[in-house]
Structure formats: structure tokens, C-alpha cells
Nanobody, 127 residues
Framework: QVQLVESGGGLVQPGGSLRVSCLFSGGTFSNHGIGWFRQAPGKEREFVAAVSWSGGNTYYADDVLGRFTISRDNAKRTVYLQMNSLKPEETAVYYC????????????????????WGQGTQVTVSS
């Protein structure tokens, strides 16, 4: 059974940077693309970025393009999300998800299509 654990969240000032990580276990890592989502209080979970199973393809939401970078290290079974120039409105719980194994669609942007989720890590952007 696939399990995901996020880490690296915290408090950062506006304009600052933070890197969150997603550790994968319980399945074949290279069978899955991985997506990062975020959810603010009272709002729906929204897509942020995704990386394909090989790492060769990435995709970003328009509002993070150019500021966020998603990457994966298959040897470490870990996906990273580097976030730069953070804004207060990006305060949220950040979740990583595993898309369906051996899927043919990339990116997968709907949360309901993901087969596993981590518990989330809180990112707070505030002065």
C-alpha cells in the first residue's frame, strides 16, 4: 500500500523560500507521477505542480510557474517542491499525492484521481 509523508513546512516571510519534501513508500515509486496540492482553510484542494514518473516532465499551475520547482530523486523515493517568492495568500497545508500506477495521462490535476495522499505539511507565509 502506497504511503506518502510530507515534511519541510514552516513559517516563512513574504518573498522568502521554502522546500517541502514527499517521501514515498509501500509501492513502486517509478510507477507513479507525483503531484503537489495545497488547501487553505475553507477552500478546496488545488493543484500546484506535478512531475512524471521519470522526472522528465513537469507541469505547474499558472500562479506558481516561474517561482516553484518540482523535482524527484528516484533513488531516494522523494519528490521535492522548491517554493520561491512566496506570498501570504499561499499559506496552506501542502499535500503530495501519487497518481494511478502506470497511468497514461500527465499531468493529473484532479484530486479525486489520486490513489494515495500524505498527511500534509503546513506552510505559513507571514511577516
Amino acid at each position: 500500500q502506497v504511503q506518502l509523508v510530507e515534511s519541510g513546512g514552516g513559517l516563512v516571510q513574504p518573498g522568502g523560500s521554502l522546500r517541502v519534501s514527499c517521501l514515498f513508500s509501500g509501492g513502486t515509486f517509478s510507477n507513479h507521477g507525483i503531484g503537489w496540492f495545497r488547501q487553505a482553510p475553507g477552500k478546496e484542494r488545488e493543484f500546484v505542480a506535478a512531475v512524471s514518473w521519470s522526472g522528465g516532465n513537469t507541469y505547474y499551475a499558472d500562479d506558481v510557474l516561474g517561482r516553484f520547482t518540482i523535482s524527484r530523486d528516484n533513488a531516494k523515493r522523494t519528490v521535492y517542491l522548491q517554493m520561491n517568492s512566496l506570498k501570504p495568500e499561499e499559506t496552506a497545508v501542502y499535500y503530495c499525492g501519487a497518481d494511478p500506477p502506470n497511468g497514461r495521462v500527465f499531468p493529473v490535476r484532479q484530486p479525486r484521481e489520486y490513489v494515495a495522499w500524505g498527511q500534509g505539511t503546513q506552510v505559513t507565509v507571514s511577516s
